[in-house]
């Protein structure tokens, strides 16, 4: 129990990036640094009232405590820019806490989420491989070449845990394999629709995508910007809508692949760029524009609807059925009962 205890304890406490003095002093004092110390060491246990400061100092219920389901997320790919160690680690710990509920959940629905890569056969060399490897995963998933509706949706349809977290805008996602058996990519959930449609697949690239482990970080991350921007408008696709080499681009044309394909018009040029439809000199005068409008503001929208929803789906489907209690239910979804009840419609 004390050793179950103290790792929770430590978690908890990364999570909210908190050192154990910082964890004190929002408990105001009513414990010393030594015993916060000696709880994570699995040296002592605190009482009632003090595991319930604990508790409401770390933003979690008493019972996380004391929860033995245990995850580890592996071979993790994070995709960090100045974000510092302390936040890199509390953003590692949220996750594997939802992770540990979403796998707890589908325990108690009895699905076996088993993941498919059908392109793991494949040695990723080059951007022509990238392609090619698009292209059979496109047709191994039955998509089609058309624009993808709904990207999150297509990753959790084929089994992926797509987490979705209040992060700074310095972190755009991350992804790797919970337990070693569990897909998992994490987005940042205030990005607009077509950043977050690209670094989903961007993840994707590094789940399925067996890439030459000597290449260097710069290089896999690019192979994986390509991943993405195939995913988005397959090669033909592209070619069609672009129409081939180029002497002049107009941003009208532009906003109007990005609104119906939901890829941003960086992403459309750096794709007309690898296909050779425009030359360097083409693409430095692009990138010397859209600097000054990284975000694209004016420049068109991509409308439609990108989030995660199969956690909550699941969750209210075992509480409608009486799998779960409805104080279990509130406690997988981190919620208070109350609001649990009050979310949930039954029909």
């Not at 805008?169 to 070693?180: P, R």
């Not at 697949?201 to 195939?230: P, T």
């Not at 430095?284 to 694209?296: M, T």
Request: proline fraction near 2%.
């Amino acid at each position: 129990m004390k050793n179950l205890f103290a790792n929770r304890l430590k978690s908890a406490r990364v999570r909210a990036a908190l050192s154990q003095a910082q964890l004190v002093e929002k408990m105001k004092t009513k414990v010393s640094k030594n015993a916060i110390s000696k709880y994570e060491k699995a040296e002592m246990m605190p009482d009632s009232n003090v595991l319930i400061s604990l508790a409401n100092a770390l933003g979690v219920k008493t019972d996380y405590f004391f929860r033995e389901f245990n995850v580890s997320i592996e071979n993790i790919e994070f995709r960090k820019k100045r974000l510092g160690v302390k936040k890199v680690n509390a953003i590692k710990e949220e996750v594997i806490d939802i992770i540990e509920r979403y796998l707890e959940l589908e325990q108690f629905l009895n699905i076996n989420s088993s993941f498919d890569n059908p392109i793991s056969h494949l040695e990723i060399e080059n951007r022509n491989d990238i392609e090619k490897a698009v292209n059979l995963l496109l047709q191994q998933w039955q998509v089609g070449y058309n624009a993808l509706p709904n990207v999150i949706d297509l990753l959790e349809d084929k089994h992926i845990k797509v987490v979705e977290i209040d992060a700074p805008q310095e972190f755009d996602g991350f992804s790797g394999w919970a337990d070693g058996k569990y897909p998992v990519i994490v987005l940042n959930e205030n990005y607009g629709l077509e950043r977050k449609r690209f670094t989903a697949l961007h993840e994707l690239g590094h789940l399925v995508m067996n890439i030459n482990s000597e290449f260097e970080h710069k290089k896999i991350e690019k192979m994986c910007h390509q991943f993405a921007g195939a995913m988005l408008m397959p090669e033909n696709t592209f070619a069609r809508e672009f129409g081939g080499k180029r002497s002049g681009v107009s941003l009208n044309e532009l906003i109007a692949i990005k609104e119906e394909y939901g890829i941003s018009i960086q992403a459309i040029m750096a794709r007309a760029k690898d296909f050779g439809f425009i030359n360097d000199f083409q693409f430095r005068r692009f990138r010397i524009y859209i600097s000054k409008n990284r975000k694209e503001e004016g420049l068109g929208e991509y409308v439609g609807k990108e989030s995660a929803h199969r956690f909550k789906q699941l969750l209210h489907r075992a509480a409608a059925e009486e799998i779960i209690s409805m104080s279990k239910a509130a406690n997988l979804s981190n919620q208070k009962l109350a609001a649990f009840r009050k979310e949930l419609k039954t029909v």
